[in-house]
C-alpha cells in the first residue's frame, strides 16, 4: 500500500470514529485537502475496499473501517513514538490531580482507577488486583470467633487483605504466642515463598508454637485466593447503544463483565507487562468480546484497560491506558520501596 492509500485509510477511520458516518470520496477531498482528484481518491477507496479495509454499508456512497482497517490505524498509533502526548491537555491535568497522593488504602486506589479510566476514555474502565501470593506479607492478625473457629487475616505489603475462618481451638495465650511467631518471622517474606518454611523442621522448628502457627498459615495459603476485579463505566454500554456505536453481543459482554473469574483468566492471558496491547473485534479469544475492542495493560502487580465497541477513540485510550498504567506501577512500586526501607 502506498503512502497516499495509508493517509486515505487513516482519515476514514479517524473520520468515522468521529462522527459515526460513512466516509464519502468527497468528504475526504472537502475535509482533508489530500491535493488529489475526487476521481483518485475513488480509485483509492476502491484498492481498500477490495483489501478488506473498509466497506460499503448498504447503499450509501460512502465506506466505513472494517476489523482491518482498525487494526491497521490502531498499528500506526502503535508506531508513534509521542502518542502519550496526544490526550488532550486538561485530561492529562485530570490525570495527575487524581494521583496526586501517593498513597492510598489499596482497593480504593484500584476502583478509582478503573472509575478514571472509565471517565477519561468513555468506555468500560478495569482494573485487576496484584496476585496476593505476589507480594510480601506485612501483618498477620489471629482473632477468636468462638470456642472453635479462628479468623485469619493476612495484609500484604501493597495493601491486599485476605480473611479466612479456619476451625481451630486454642487458648488467648496461646493465640498471642503464635501471631508473634508468625509477624517476626515471616514479615517481609514473599507468599509464594512462605511455603518453605513448612519444610524448616530438621533445623530445629519444632516447638509446638511453631507447629500450630505454621499449620494455620498452611491452611490459609493452601486455598486459592482470588484476583479482584474492578469494573465502571457498564452505562457506557448502553449509551454505545442509543447512539449505534456498537457492533456486538451487549448482553453477552455485560455478562461476561459479572463472571468476573472468567474475565480476570481472560485479561491475565492476553495482557503484556508494561505495554499497551489493542484487541479488536475477531482478534478477542472470548466469543462475547468479537463484536468489541478490548485494551489491556500490565502494570506490574496487576492488570488494567478498556473495553469498548470498534468505533473507539483509540488515541485517547491508548494514550490514557499507558499514562495510568505507569503511574498506578510507580505509586505500588513506591509503597514497596517505603516497606522495605521501614
Same mark, same amino acid.
Given at each position: 500500500?502506498?503512502? #497516499?492509500?495509508?493517509?486515505?485509510?487513516?482519515?476514514?477511520?479517524?473520520?468515522?470514529?468521529?462522527?459515526?458516518?460513512?466516509?464519502?470520496?468527497?468528504?475526504?477531498?472537502?475535509?482533508?485537502?489530500?491535493?488529489?482528484?475526487?476521481?483518485?481518491?475513488? &480509485?483509492?477507496?476502491?484498492?481498500?475496499?477490495?483489501?478488506?479495509?473498509?466497506?460499503?454499508?448498504?447503499?450509501?456512497? /460512502?465506506?466505513?473501517?472494517?476489523?482491518?482497517?482498525?487494526?491497521?490505524?490502531?498499528?500506526?498509533?502503535?508506531?508513534?513514538?509521542?502518542?502519550?502526548?496526544? =490526550?488532550?491537555?486538561?485530561?492529562?491535568?485530570?490525570?495527575?490531580?487524581?494521583?496526586?497522593?501517593? #498513597?492510598?488504602?489499596? *482497593?480504593?486506589?484500584?476502583?478509582?482507577?478503573?472509575?478514571?479510566?472509565? &471517565?477519561?476514555?468513555?468506555?468500560? /474502565?478495569?482494573?485487576?488486583?496484584?496476585?496476593?501470593? *505476589?507480594?510480601?506479607?506485612?501483618?498477620?492478625?489471629?482473632?477468636?470467633?468462638?470456642?472453635?473457629?479462628?479468623?485469619?487475616?493476612?495484609?500484604? &505489603?501493597? /495493601?491486599?487483605?485476605?480473611?479466612?475462618?479456619?476451625?481451630?481451638?486454642?487458648?488467648?495465650?496461646?493465640?498471642?504466642?503464635?501471631?508473634?511467631?508468625? &509477624?517476626?518471622?515471616?514479615?517481609?517474606?514473599?507468599?509464594?515463598?512462605?511455603?518453605?518454611?513448612?519444610?524448616?523442621?530438621?533445623?530445629?522448628?519444632?516447638?509446638?508454637?511453631?507447629?500450630?502457627?505454621?499449620?494455620?498459615?498452611?491452611?490459609?495459603?493452601?486455598?486459592?485466593?482470588?484476583?479482584?476485579?474492578?469494573?465502571?463505566?457498564?452505562?457506557?454500554?448502553?449509551?454505545?447503544?442509543?447512539?449505534?456505536?456498537?457492533?456486538?453481543?451487549?448482553? /453477552?459482554?455485560?455478562?461476561?463483565?459479572?463472571?468476573?473469574?472468567?474475565? =480476570?483468566?481472560?485479561?491475565?492471558?492476553?495482557?503484556?507487562?508494561?505495554?499497551?496491547?489493542?484487541?479488536?473485534?475477531?482478534?478477542?479469544?472470548?466469543?462475547?468480546?468479537?463484536?468489541?475492542?478490548?485494551?489491556?495493560?500490565?502494570?506490574?502487580?496487576?492488570?488494567?484497560?478498556?473495553?469498548?465497541?470498534?468505533?473507539?477513540?483509540?488515541?485517547?485510550?491508548?494514550?490514557?491506558?499507558?499514562?495510568?498504567?505507569?503511574?498506578?506501577?510507580?505509586?505500588?512500586?513506591? =509503597? *514497596?520501596?517505603? *516497606?522495605?526501607?521501614?
Amino acid at each position: 500500500m502506498d503512502q #497516499r492509500k495509508r493517509l486515505v485509510l487513516k482519515q476514514i477511520v479517524s473520520r468515522y470514529i468521529k462522527s459515526g458516518e460513512p466516509v464519502s470520496s468527497r468528504t475526504l477531498l472537502e475535509e482533508y485537502g489530500l491535493g488529489v482528484s475526487s476521481a483518485t481518491i475513488r &480509485n483509492d477507496m476502491r484498492y481498500l475496499e477490495e483489501q478488506g479495509y473498509i466497506a460499503k454499508p448498504y447503499c450509501s456512497a /460512502g465506506r466505513v473501517p472494517t476489523e482491518k482497517g482498525y487494526r491497521f490505524f490502531v498499528d500506526w498509533l502503535l508506531d508513534l513514538s509521542d502518542l502519550a502526548k496526544e =490526550a488532550r491537555l486538561h485530561d492529562q491535568h485530570a490525570l495527575i490531580e487524581y494521583y496526586r497522593f501517593p #498513597r492510598q488504602e489499596l *482497593e480504593r486506589l484500584l476502583r478509582k482507577t478503573a472509575f478514571l479510566l472509565a &471517565n477519561v476514555t468513555g468506555l468500560v /474502565g478495569f482494573v485487576l488486583s496484584p496476585r496476593l501470593e *505476589e507480594t510480601e506479607l506485612e501483618q498477620i492478625t489471629l482473632t477468636p470467633l468462638g470456642p472453635r473457629q479462628l479468623l485469619v487475616v493476612l495484609v500484604s &505489603n501493597l /495493601g491486599l487483605v485476605e480473611s479466612q475462618v479456619l476451625e481451630a481451638q486454642f487458648t488467648p495465650a496461646e493465640l498471642a504466642e503464635i501471631s508473634a511467631l508468625l &509477624n517476626e518471622r515471616l514479615r517481609g517474606k514473599p507468599l509464594k515463598e512462605i511455603r518453605q518454611f513448612f519444610e524448616l523442621e530438621e533445623e530445629g522448628w519444632i516447638e509446638p508454637a511453631l507447629r500450630n502457627s505454621l499449620a494455620i498459615l498452611g491452611e490459609v495459603l493452601a486455598r486459592e485466593s482470588r484476583q479482584r476485579l474492578y469494573i465502571e463505566g457498564i452505562l457506557s454500554l448502553l449509551e454505545s447503544v442509543l447512539e449505534g456505536r456498537d457492533q456486538g453481543d451487549r448482553l /453477552g459482554v455485560i455478562k461476561l463483565l459479572s463472571d468476573e473469574r472468567r474475565f =480476570a483468566q481472560f485479561l491475565s492471558e492476553v495482557a503484556r507487562e508494561g505495554e499497551v496491547r489493542v484487541l479488536i473485534g475477531r482478534e478477542n479469544p472470548l466469543p462475547e468480546l468479537q463484536g468489541w475492542s478490548v485494551i489491556t495493560m500490565g502494570y506490574g502487580y496487576g492488570v488494567l484497560g478498556g473495553l469498548g465497541p470498534l468505533r473507539m477513540d483509540y488515541s485517547k485510550a491508548f494514550s490514557t491506558t499507558l499514562y495510568v498504567g505507569n503511574r498506578l506501577r510507580a505509586i505500588l512500586s513506591s =509503597a *514497596e520501596r517505603k *516497606e522495605v526501607d521501614n
